[in-house]
T-cell receptor, first 111, second 115 residues
């Protein structure tokens, strides 16, 4: 069964305390791995797309990496404004355009 | 650009009533997606359209759910009759092109409560 699993479900960090979020996937024919950020009461906001194992992308304090089985979102020296739910999603299949989402990691960064 | 527009933002209805959710995608985007988000199941794709044509509706839970896209700038998701288990946040998203590797832009969602 195609599946995306994120861990931990929730993470509390002190400001400046770096950490990583995990996204493991079992899908047939991965075509891309997406990371989104979701703030309370809002829709997900796109962060990154990774297409092949070994690829890395960075944006401010965030860096996403991809292996053949999982992806990591590394947060370096987080700030309170980084608090949000982080979702990963796998694009898979043939001609269809479908994303399967994980249930997310709720990140809280305390000042 | 105003982004993806959804209405209403909140809907409270009673079991058995018909509910219609509306979405206006970003101009120039030709793929449109309807998702449902709950605490238990996360974000689930219900249906998606490409060039106004439904491509995959395998995520639509049952016949009570239907979606239409009469033109490139408007789509509806209808639930008839509604049930309490339909309570969730429904998101509409749009993207450019047909390739799956294009970024999807999400609307603010409609929070549906069925009593």
């Amino acid at each position: 069964e195609d599946q995306v699993t994120q861990s931990p479900e929730a993470l509390r960090l002190q400001e400046g305390e770096s950490s990583s979020l995990n996204c493991s996937y079992t899908v047939s024919g991965l075509r891309g791995l997406f990371w989104y950020r979701q703030d309370p009461g809002k829709g997900p906001e796109f962060l990154f797309t990774l297409y092949s194992a070994g690829e890395e992308k960075e944006k401010e304090r965030l860096k996403a990496t991809l292996t053949k089985k999982e992806s990591f979102l590394h947060i370096t020296a987080p700030k309170p404004e980084d608090s949000a739910t982080y979702l990963c999603a796998a694009l898979y299949g043939g001609a269809t355009n479908k994303l399967i989402f994980g249930t997310g990691t709720l990140l809280a960064v305390q000042p | 650009d105003a982004g993806v527009i959804q209405s209403p933002r909140h809907e409270v209805t009673e079991m058995g009533q018909e509910v219609t959710l509306r979405c206006k995608p970003i101009s120039g985007h030709n793929s449109l997606f309807w998702y449902r988000q709950t605490m238990m199941r996360g974000l689930e794709l219900l249906i998606y359209f490409n060039n106004n044509v439904p491509i995959d509706d395998s995520g639509m839970p049952e016949d009570r759910f239907s979606a239409k896209m009469p033109n490139a700038s408007f789509s509806t998701l209808k639930i008839q009759p509604s049930e309490p288990r339909d309570s969730a946040v429904y998101f509409c998203a749009s993207s450019r092109g047909t390739a799956g590797n294009n970024e999807q832009f999400f609307g603010p969602g409609t929070r549906l409560t069925v009593l």
